[in-house]
T-cell receptor, first 117, second 114 residues
Framework: EADIYQTPRYLVIGTGKKITLECSQTMGHDKMYWYQQDPGMELHLIHYSYGVNSTEKGDLSSESTVSRIRTEHFPLTLESARPSHTSQYLC????????????????FGPGTRLTVL | AQSVAQPEDQVNVAEGNPLTVKCTYSVSGNPYLFWYVQYPNRGLQFLLKYITGDNLVKGSYGFEAEFNKSQTSFHLKKPSALVSDSALYFCAVRERSNDYKLSFGAGTTVTVRA
């Protein structure tokens, strides 16, 4: 079944730990995105990718990094987590290969709620 | 630059009454417009979109939205609200000349009371 997956769903860790949030999609999409959703619930784009080996910074500055080695996989890494990184992180994807031209909706994963103590 | 405003943080309605969630946008040129809904501890679910053509767009779960170019609005509506419609609703916009990035509004919390 075509879907977008995020693991873990919930993560509680201590300050200074390195973490990787996983995102995978079986939608056949080439565009992928990471959003940070703060306690006020507003969404901010922090990273996006147009395809393999393509990554760009989003509108909100973030200390996280991303990689896109495979079309279906778009992990987000924090080298040293801090309490200020506590938030919900949402992964999304859109646009099947070579189609869409921006008119297609984004599909979202269930999110990872990160708490850094 | 593209942006979206959702002027109401909260909307409260009684079950069976009409529901309206307001959205206005700002873009250069013509927009693509989207509505999403988010339930607690979940990701966003797509409801409907306006691309071109008929100004009245019908979507999932009985929702519809009307594109009004002169008022730069894209209000979400449902004729008869259900308690299960209680959730957080986001409007989003993308300029047609832009790349694939969406700009989201701040969200409107809808509460439908029984």
């Amino acid at each position: 079944e075509a879907d977008i997956y995020q693991t873990p769903r919930y993560l509680v860790i201590g300050t200074g730990k390195k973490i990787t949030l996983e995102c995978s999609q079986t939608m056949g999409h080439d565009k992928m995105y990471w959003y940070q959703q703060d306690p006020g619930m507003e969404l901010h784009l922090i990273h996006y990718s147009y395809g393999v080996n393509s990554t760009e910074k989003g509108d909100l500055s973030s200390e996280s990094t991303v990689s896109r080695i495979r079309t279906e996989h778009f992990p987000l890494t924090l080298e040293s987590a801090r309490p200020s990184h506590t938030s919900q992180y949402l992964c999304a994807s859109s646009d099947p290969l070579q189609t869409g031209y921006g008119r297609n909706e984004q599909f979202f994963g269930p999110g990872t709620r990160l708490t850094v103590l | 630059a593209q942006s979206v405003a959702q002027p109401e943080d909260q909307v409260n309605v009684a079950e069976g009454n009409p529901l309206t969630v307001k959205c206005t946008y700002s873009v250069s040129g013509n927009p693509y417009l989207f509505w999403y809904v988010q339930y607690p501890n979940r990701g966003l679910q797509f409801l409907l979109k306006y691309i071109t053509g008929d100004n009245l767009v019908k979507g999932s779960y009985g929702f519809e939205a009307e594109f009004n170019k002169s008022q730069t609005s894209f209000h979400l509506k449902k004729p008869s609200a259900l308690v299960s419609d209680s959730a957080l609703y986001f409007c989003a916009v993308r300029e047609r000349s832009n790349d694939y990035k969406l700009s989201f509004g701040a969200g409107t919390t809808v509460t439908v009371r029984a």
